[in-house]
């Protein structure tokens, strides 16, 4: 009995952590939104950068993050410094 409800926490406290995780972006600034690129300018920007089928493009914690096909065809969520326009996180699958 004891040993099925160490598992069972175990378990639990496994799918919380990697859960949590996994929805987690990343900090890509800490200039307010004011100081941010304008959103049309940086989807310009994004689509210069070779990202096409832009399929989300919205604000996430201190980030823009897109999702959409990379220039090599490949499918990609991709987090952005909103006041460099820089890459920060890109996760390609």
Not at 32 to 53: L, R
Not at 71 to 93: H, I, L, S
């Amino acid at each position: 009995m004891k040993t099925k409800l160490l598992i069972s926490a175990a378990a639990t406290i496994a799918a919380m952590t990697f859960s949590s995780a996994a929805l987690a972006s990343p900090v890509c600034t800490a200039q307010p939104q004011s100081k941010w690129i304008a959103p049309a300018k940086m989807k310009a920007k994004i689509a210069k950068m070779g990202f096409k089928s832009i399929k989300v493009f919205q604000v996430s914690g201190s980030c823009y993050e897109i999702y959409a096909i990379n220039k090599d065809g490949r499918r990609a969520e991709v987090y952005f410094n909103p006041v460099t326009g820089a890459v920060v996180q890109n996760n390609v699958d």
